[in-house]
């Protein structure tokens, strides 16, 4: 499965952003997609993640109450919506996929696309 980010920019502090990651290939439905972030100078951190079906989400303590993960397999999408947005959101999100239900860590994830950029300005 190939994956593409999309939807980042630049947003005031408390505004709201959501991203889409768009995937090729007839398997989509069969991997849970994550999402996760890197800001300029640090390692990347897992944000959130949603299993094959959409039942299932899981989110850092970061996200947890602003962010929001949900995906529509009828058209090969999962989003992210990006509430109450915080300047320590900066970053370049990717998107990626597993067949590991809730994978918090890069290397459980088999796929990866590029990332979006999101900056938030205080």
């Known amino acids: 499965v190939q994956l593409q980010a999309s939807g980042g920019g630049l947003v005031q502090a408390g505004g709201s952003l959501r991203l889409s990651c768009a995937a090729s290939?007839?398997?989509?439905?069969?991997?849970?997609i994550g999402w996760s972030r890197q800001a300029p100078g640090k390692e990347r951190e897992f944000v959130a993640a949603i299993s094959w079906s959409g039942d299932g989400t899981y989110y850092a303590d970061s996200a947890k109450g602003r962010f929001a993960i949900s995906r529509d397999n009828a058209k090969n999408t999962v989003y992210l919506q990006m509430n109450s947005l915080k300047p320590e959101d900066t970053g370049v999100y990717s998107c990626?996929?597993?067949?590991?239900?809730?994978?918090?860590?890069?290397?459980?994830?088999?796929?990866w696309g590029q990332g979006t950029l999101v900056t938030v300005s205080s």
């Open positions: 290939g007839r398997t989509f439905s069969t991997y849970a």
């Open positions: 990626a996929a597993t067949f590991i239900l809730g994978a918090r860590s890069d290397n459980a994830y088999r796929y």
